[in-house]
């Protein structure tokens, strides 16, 4: 009987579920979303630079994914990378401009970096957007804002705003020093007092 040569063409079996491998030196393709989870988890385990080079991947994907950058910020906020921080939540707040938690963190940088009037212009801005979000902090960096720009009346404003809020003693010493600037002894003495009394507190539960 003649022997015939049997040559196996197409794809193997189950083609339906088969799958080409990449080839050498080609990376599989990453979803935005998948960038963002990676991102996320570096974040959280305090990894910040390469939870940065995570978000742009995402952000190189997807330019207009608002959380991401608000995300990037925030890990340029964890560095301390004043500038870079800014820029990146003014640009999420540019695509989204009804993120409060960006519109923040615009304005927080802005103060850290020394940029009092646009700090005040941006938080300010947040304060009549009324969106809900927890203004303490917003109130208190608008009260350091407005110290360093040695208007003390708005300051003392937002300081008081701030501690309706929430009663710290950072916003009590931030009070003190808005009525010491303006002469109000009294008033400074009492507020120092109460910043006090606010810290020997949270040092008492710490032990």
């Not at 300051?155 to 002469?183: C, K, M, N």
Request: hydrophobic share 45%; proline share 5%.
């Amino acid at each position: 009987m003649a022997l015939g040569l049997v040559v196996a063409c197409g794809a193997p079996a189950g083609a339906d579920e088969w799958v080409e491998p990449p080839a050498a030196g080609r990376q599989p393709v990453r979803r935005p979303a998948d960038a963002l989870e990676r991102a996320q988890a570096l974040f959280e385990a305090g990894q910040h630079e390469a939870a940065i080079q995570a978000y742009q991947t995402a952000i190189q994907a997807d330019p207009g994914n608002v959380e991401a950058l608000y995300r990037l910020a925030l890990a340029f906020q964890r560095l301390r990378r004043w500038a870079q921080a800014a820029a990146t939540a003014e640009r999420a707040f540019k695509v989204d401009n009804r993120h409060p938690e960006a519109q923040a963190l615009w304005g927080h940088a802005l103060l850290r970096m020394g940029r009092y009037p646009e700090a005040i212009w941006v938080l300010e801005g947040m304060v009549r957007l009324n969106s809900g979000r927890p203004l303490a902090p917003v109130y208190y960096d608008l009260a350091q804002a407005c110290y360093q720009m040695k208007w003390f009346d708005r300051s003392v404003d937002y300081a008081l705003r701030h501690l309706q809020l929430a009663d710290t003693p950072q916003g009590h010493a931030l009070l003190a020093r808005s009525y010491l600037a303006q002469g109000y002894k009294d008033k400074t003495l009492a507020e120092l007092q109460r910043s006090v009394q606010l810290y020997e507190a949270v040092e008492d539960k710490a032990r």
